[in-house]
Every structure is written in structure tokens, then in C-alpha cells.
């Protein structure tokens, strides 16, 4: 990228938003789009909203008619450095002049390498750490799966209820978030065990406990009756569920599972997918419980959007041989690229401002939703944040209506929106945002709706 075009990136970015919409919603050529895509996509995709994209620049989304959003849903928490970072892309582009492909599986490549290394430096425990990448979530999954498999020599795996863990096979046998998810599907992975998770409510009600009860559920009825723990290779949790509505699991849950998990045997997976690579404010959101996991999955933010994902783990786990796991395209060097430049970007703006614009955003939240009896809770850490409604109804209207004022948000769970912008969010961003969700709130007229998908 060019000093020129570098600044116009960076100018697109700063460029406030336009309060108002510049054609009808979805536009003509938007609408002539979707009719195309209605023709040859699979119907298994679920789309929010009609949205068209264009082109991107730092916090905003202009659409094939011209009209500009605010983007606070970040393509599912994917674009951590917001649209078409300068050093981001600069990287992609350099990377593409050089060299495209080689697998990994099979050779050596600098790039491969030095990603290994950065996620290695920031893994969530003190023992020496080893990674291997991967083309997403879903693959991270399946691998650390395998990888606990062959380590423990068991077969068990205990996920939990709400969880979002990928859609092929092997980690769609974990996800519990959504019955559509897994309808039709079966015979999925057997000595898979649902555990609840503490859906706990911090906001308005303050409801939902400290995870006690959770645990004591999974010791006496979990191990107790369905499952011996000594046949359990691993436990998988999310440290802030993401599809499932953006529940952070407490504190003494994470502490009480870490405690099975070492009594037992059991390797403990941290599920980062979503709330990994600084969206809290640190790298792992299952820093802030003082937990350390054996194994940590991380995709959606690791790259801007560009396809890569790892799994991490303490290096005393590997002790699989060569030939036993291995991925064509996995860690691309196109993909390495990106995901480099992003840590960098990470390291050096977004942990600080997803910290501080994340208290900014959930008070502005707060503030806007206490004016009305609609929202239940406003939960998350740091720039993962998630808004309860009381139905399904009024959480889809209000993403609706946000739509229409120029703001993309997204829903999860069975009656939240989340608000998942780039972690170099400023806070003229952060409050058009508040102004754009206030407005939404008056302007939607909640009806009765039935269930939809979004996300995953």
C-alpha cells in the first residue's frame, strides 16, 4: 500500500458517519444482488439483514448503493483492526507478491513459522507452548479434540449448554446452541456430555449465581451418573459463550472446572474462537479468572478476515507422531501474513482500547437501556458485549432498526444483539453507536417473530 493510499484508508476511517440513510433499504442494486444469490446459495445460509457490501474502511461498511454503516458487528468479531487496516493489507499485498502457497504440512515457510511463534509468546499458561494452525474455528476444534484423543488415550468430551464450538462433524457434536445447528445430522460424536453453564444475568436482575450450582451438577449427575471422569478426554468451554448470548462463565466455575480437570486427568480447552485475540482487553478472556487452560482454540479476530485459525497447547500434550494431523492450506502464508500485521496492530492500539472503549461502550448501554423495561441485561467483557431483550421478537426488531439508522449489529442467543466492534474503535464511533441504539429502541415496535439464526 502507498503513503497515499494508506492515508485514504486512514482518512475513510476517521470520516464521521452519516445519520442518515441514502436510499431505500435494501437499495436497487442490492436488491437485484440478493435475488442472484437466491438463485445459487445454499438455503442453509441465514442472513441478518440485507446487507450488500462493498468495500470497507476502519469502522465503516458503504453498501453496493452507497450507503454507509457503522460496523458493530465486525464480519461475527473477525475484523479486529477494523476494514482494510493500511498495515494489515500492506502485509497481504507483500505476501501475495512473493508467495502464495506451499503447504506447510510438508515444507517449511518463514511465515508459518514466525505466527507459531508470536501465539506461542502469548498462550494462556507458563509452560512452553506448541500451535498448530489451521483454515478456521470449526478445525481448531477438531483438532484440539484429536489432539486431547490421543493424549489421554479416552474418549469422552464434556461440552456445555449454549455452547457454539464449529459445524463440522466432530465439533458440531459440542455445539448446543441452537437445535437447527444440529438437526438431521446424526449420529454425531458419541461420549459427548452437556453440562449447564451459568447464564448469569449482572445487570438488571442479577441473577444466575457464581457457577456452584453448575458444578456441582456436573460432578453429581454428569460424572456421578452418565459418564465416568476417567473416561473423559477433555472439558470444552467457552470463557464468554458467543452464539449461545454472550455469557461470561464466572470466575469460580473456570476455577472449579481447571480443579476436575487436574484431579481427573482431563485436558481443559478453552474455547477463544470468539472472545480470543484482545476482544476483552487481554489476549484470553479466561485471563481475568486466573485460569490457565491446557489448550486454547482462536480464529474469528486472529487475521482481520482473512481464513486461519490455531490451536495452542502446553507442549507436554503433543505427543502425537508425524503424519497423525495435518491440513493443506492451513497456516497460508497470504493468511499467516495478515494475522501477523494483526497481532502487531493488537499488541500495540486494541488491547488498550478495547479496555477503555469497551467501559465506555457498555455505560452508554447501560444508560440507554435503563429508560426502558425491554432490555433485560447488558453482560460481556471489554468490546464483547451483549444486550438481552425480553423476546426473541424485540431483540430482532431493534437489530432491524439499527440497520436502518446506518448501524450493524448482530444477534446471538435466543434474545440478545452483540456488539462486537474493531478493537480500534474511537469513542466518536462509540457514541454514534449509543445515539444510533437509543433511536433504535424507540423506533422498533417489538413484534412476535419466530425464531432466526444469525452468526456461527
Known amino acids: 500500500m502507498t503513503t497515499m493510499e494508506a492515508a485514504s484508508s486512514a482518512a475513510a476511517a476517521r470520516e464521521p458517519i452519516a445519520p442518515h440513510i441514502i436510499t431505500e433499504l435494501p437499495g436497487p442494486k442490492a436488491r437485484a444482488i440478493i435475488a442472484r444469490d437466491e438463485a445459487v446459495a445454499s438455503p442453509s445460509l441465514t442472513r441478518a439483514y440485507p446487507l450488500v457490501a462493498e468495500s470497507g474502511a476502519g469502522m465503516v461498511v458503504t453498501d453496493v448503493d452507497g450507503n454507509r454503516f457503522l460496523d458493530f458487528a465486525a464480519g461475527i468479531a473477525v475484523c479486529s483492526t477494523g476494514h482494510a487496516h493500511p498495515k494489515v493489507t500492506a502485509a497481504i499485498k507483500e505476501q501475495a507478491d512473493r508467495l502464495i502457497h506451499i503447504a506447510a504440512t510438508d515444507f517449511y515457510e518463514p511465515r508459518y513459522l514466525e505466527l507459531m511463534e508470536r501465539l506461542a509468546a502469548i498462550a494462556p499458561f507458563k509452560e512452553k507452548a506448541r500451535v498448530f494452525l489451521t483454515n478456521s474455528g470449526t478445525e481448531a476444534v477438531e483438532g484440539a479434540i484429536k489432539l486431547a484423543r490421543y493424549h489421554t488415550h479416552r474418549s469422552g468430551i464434556i461440552a456445555f449448554e449454549g455452547g457454539f464450538h464449529g459445524r463440522t462433524l466432530g465439533s458440531l457434536s459440542l455445539t448446543n446452541s441452537k437445535i437447527k445447528q444440529r438437526a438431521g445430522f446424526g449420529p454425531l460424536l458419541p461420549m ?141 502464508p497470504v493468511c499467516a501474513a495478515a494475522a501477523l500485521a494483526t497481532i502487531d496492530v493488537i499488541e500495540s ?67 440478545s444483539l452483540r456488539f462486537s466492534p474493531p478493537l480500534i474503535v474511537d469513542a466518536e464511533s462509540v457514541d454514534t453507536a449509543i445515539r444510533i441504539f437509543g433511536e433504535s429502541l424507540s423506533a422498533a415496535k417489538r413484534p412476535e417473530r419466530g425464531p432466526a439464526e444469525t452468526g456461527g
Open 192 to 332: 459427548v456430555h452437556h453440562a449447564p453453564f451459568p447464564r448469569v444475568r449482572a445487570w438488571r436482575d442479577q441473577t444466575g449465581g457464581d457457577g456452584s450450582a453448575e458444578l456441582a451438577y456436573l460432578k453429581s449427575t454428569i460424572f456421578g451418573r452418565q459418564i465416568s471422569p476417567k473416561d473423559v478426554a477433555a472439558i470444552v468451554v467457552e470463557p464468554i459463550q458467543g452464539e449461545g448470548g454472550y455469557f461470561p462463565a464466572p470466575p469460580l466455575f473456570l476455577r472449579g472446572l481447571r480443579e476436575l480437570c487436574d484431579e481427573h486427568g482431563i485436558v481443559l480447552i478453552a474455547d477463544e474462537i470468539q472472545s480470543g485475540m484482545g476482544r476483552t482487553g487481554r489476549w484470553w478472556a479466561i485471563e481475568d479468572a486466573g485460569v490457565e487452560p491446557d489448550v486454547v482454540t482462536v480464529a474469528k479476530g486472529i487475521a482481520s478476515g482473512m481464513p486461519i485459525g490455531a490451536f495452542i497447547g502446553r507442549d507436554s500434550l503433543w505427543t502425537w507422531p508425524p503424519g497423525a494431523h495435518g491440513s493443506t492450506f492451513a497456516g497460508n
Open 349 to 415: 492500539e486494541g488491547l488498550a482500547t478495547a479496555r477503555a472503549m469497551g467501559d465506555r461502550l457498555r455505560a452508554g448501554l447501560e444508560e440507554v437501556a435503563s429508560q426502558t423495561d425491554a432490555v433485560v441485561d447488558i453482560r460481556g467483557a471489554g468490546l464483547m458485549l451483549g444486550v438481552e431483550f425480553t423476546s426473541h421478537g424485540e431483540a430482532e426488531a431493534v437489530q432491524e432498526a439499527a440497520f436502518q439508522g446506518g448501524l450493524l449489529t448482530l444477534e446471538c442467543g435466543e434474545s
